[in-house]
């Protein structure tokens, strides 16, 4: 008896079935993938760093421009106490 190969493949994936005919017949199926998931997987891992990459700097930037106000609100209340000193001041002139 002779065994019957079937190879079959899409570019991507490749299909062997070997078949032997006996008196219990056995068919064997072999696939073989191309990658696809390997390259899926890469891109996945690729957009979760980019992904959390982004967030850092979301919050660096958030951080710096709370720093910002914390610092131009602490000016403007040293300002207000001089000018509340000076007019202090000025009413005991007046006096």
Known sequence: MVDRVVERTDGATTERVTETPSSGSTVVVERR???GGLLIGLALV???V?????LINQN????????A???AASKVGDAAQDVG????DAAKKAD
């Open 85 to 88: 000193g000076a007019a202090k």
């Open 33 to 35: 993938g191309g990658g």
């Open 60 to 67: 660096s930037r958030e951080n710096a421009k709370t720093d």
């Open 50 to 54: 980019i992904g959390a990459l982004y």
């Open 46 to 48: 690729i957009a979760v």
């Open 69 to 71: 106000i914390t610092s």
